[in-house]
């Protein structure tokens, strides 16, 4: 039996198996390569809104700044009108406390740190304190992509509900 | 009527009276090489009966025992083939091939990761944690995978009745 068929069909398989990507999951030395950093100079923007959502009998359409949102919001909240009751921006600032106002009821105390995650392609690792009035309701910890929503479930407002939404904006 | 041979035998050992031996005779004239062979067969005939043919066995089923032995040993056997006690290089090479063929098959299959296991979606918000500032409120993370949506759910929340301005 010819021994070179053989050899040559195991070299190339070892080939493949070495040449094939890493799973998930597999530690890997090299830096990764599609993560967005801010140009030099830029900064990054963390904005946010307070949506009041309800169900009237003949619904208007959303506002530009939820125009993105409204679809995805009707799914998961049921509802099918969307206002903006009102909104915050603010430069991300990682060596302090970043308040956003976007409604006086609700305000948001942010602590912003970059977040070395893939998957946050130079996201955010936030810690969140949202309040109602001086009540804190919530400390929230969240890693967030630039362009990636976080919405909060808030109070009963009258009919509808109260939804806060946060984004990182770059 | 008998054979002849048959008359000569029976006439050798004197069983032929009467009819059947006269005209046997009158047979046995017009045959006088026959009548020679007389005294022959009478002899023969004598022979084999004080010598009876074949000894009686003692261990009849002992002796076919050693006598089919005997045959099976002196058959000549077909030659096997020697069985390797380990496979030969080119084999164990093969062998090696198809093993890996077989691995990467079933990693391309059955493990999931890789490129096309990657959400290639551009949407990424992670809760690490919540803490709900009040023992009467709970916070849960609820992740909607298609319509990338992540919601800090809060329940127990005093509700606000509409006449209260959000935007004061």
Known sequence: MRLWPAILLLLGLTGLLLAAEPPDGVMTLSIPKDVNRPLPGKVDHIWSGVIVATNPENPKEPPAELREFAPRLKRVFGYSQFELAGSATQAIDELTENWLVPSPIFPLSVRARRTTSKEARGGYLLNLQLFQEKRPLVDTEVKLAPGSPLFIRGPQYGKGQVIIVLQVQR | ?168
């Open chain 2, 1 to 168: 009527m008998k054979p002849f041979e048959e008359q000569f035998t029976a006439w050798v050992d004197g069983q032929l009276t009467g009819a059947e031996l006269a005209d046997f005779e009158k047979q046995l004239a017009e045959h006088p090489e026959a009548a020679a062979e007389k005294d022959g067969a009478l002899k023969l005939g004598k022979l084999l009966r004080e010598h009876p043919t074949v000894p009686p066995l003692g261990n009849p089923e002992f002796f076919n025992h050693q006598l089919m032995q005997r045959i099976a040993a002196e058959t000549p056997r077909p030659v096997e083939k020697k069985r390797a006690f380990f496979w030969s290089l080119p084999r164990l090479a093969w062998a090696g091939a198809a093993c890996l063929a077989i691995t990467l098959a079933l990693f391309q299959t059955t493990i999931p990761g890789g490129a096309k296991h990657i959400d290639k979606s551009n949407y990424f918000a992670q809760v690490v944690e919540n803490w709900p500032g009040n023992p009467n409120v709970s916070a849960s993370t609820v992740y909607s995978a298609d319509d990338n949506v992540t919601v800090v759910w809060l329940d127990g929340l005093d509700y606000i009745p509409a006449t209260y301005a959000l935007n004061k």
